[in-house]
Nanobody, 127 residues
Framework: QVQLVESGGGLVLAGGSLRLSCVAS?????????MGWYRQAPGKQRELVAT???????NYADSVKGRFSISRDNAKNTVYLQMNTLKPEDTAVYYC????????????????????WGQGTQVTVSS
């Protein structure tokens, strides 16, 4: 089974910074493609924050451009989200997402890629 485990959330004052981390682990991970961060505020739908390909190409929601930075360490199966100049409206549960293929020992080949999600980490920004 694949697990995505986030860390780094917490309570911060407006204008402050936080760095989120997410590690993917599991048996037979063959490849990790796009990785990303999403967030869900109370009463709202989950929304994209930022994504990064395994080649390093990035994409950001307009609301976080210039303040947040996504990066990854492929050797550690880890994706990061550096969040600067935080605002109260950034308050949400942040979820890690990764597109992962496994190696099927039974079929002796990789599986089709599928999305995996972390359990979420709370980020609260107070004014």
């Amino acid at each position: 089974q694949v697990q995505l485990v986030e860390s780094g959330g917490g309570l911060v004052l407006a204008g402050g910074s936080l760095r989120l981390s997410c590690v993917a682990s599991g048996r037979n991970i063959f490849g990790i493609y796009d990785m990303g961060w999403y967030r869900q505020a109370p009463g709202k739908q989950r929304e994209l924050v930022a994504t990064i390909t395994n080649g390093g190409a990035t994409n950001y929601a307009d609301s976080v451009k210039g303040r947040f930075s996504i990066s990854r360490d492929n050797a550690k199966n880890t994706v990061y989200l550096q969040m600067n100049t935080l605002k109260p409206e950034d308050t949400a549960v942040y979820y890690c997402n990764a597109e992962i293929t496994l190696f099927s020992v039974l079929r002796d080949k990789p599986t089709d890629p599928r999305d995996y999600w972390g359990q979420g980490t709370q980020v609260t920004v107070s004014s």
